[in-house]
């Protein structure tokens, strides 16, 4: 983690590193504590007990990686049951498949063959 660290204060714009070393998130936006700003223009060096890594939750996976819960899934569960019990929507399946890209293009008058006569 140090190594990736000091990549970021190398070669990363003043906004990367920002963004990697603030902790501090509300809605108003994200801050730095003095403390963060310390780490984010100190070089790397393992001291024991030191935090490792970004405290900001974006670039935290343990943080951002975490199952819904059990009402969020209640809730999911209760509103895709309502939409389909509903008589009003129905559900169809296409017999083919889209058209291509460049087929909306012909339609639009632009000619395939590359505008040449």
């Not at 405290?55 to 895709?80: D, I």
């Amino acid at each position: 983690m140090g190594s990736y660290e000091d990549r970021i204060r190398n070669f990363s714009s003043a906004e990367r590193v920002f963004e990697f070393f603030a902790s501090v998130t509300n809605e108003k936006g994200t801050f730095m504590t003095p403390a963060d700003f310390a780490r984010s223009i100190t070089p790397y060096q393992h001291r024991i007990g030191e935090k490792v890594g970004s405290e900001n939750p974006k670039y935290r996976f343990q943080a951002k990686h975490h199952g819904p819960t059990a009402s969020e899934l209640k809730g999911y569960k209760k509103v895709l049951k309502a939409i389909l019990e509903d008589s009003r929507i129905t559900f169809s399946v296409l017999p083919r498949t889209p058209r291509p890209f460049c087929d909306w293009l012909d339609r639009s008058g632009e000619t395939r063959g590359g505008g040449g006569s």
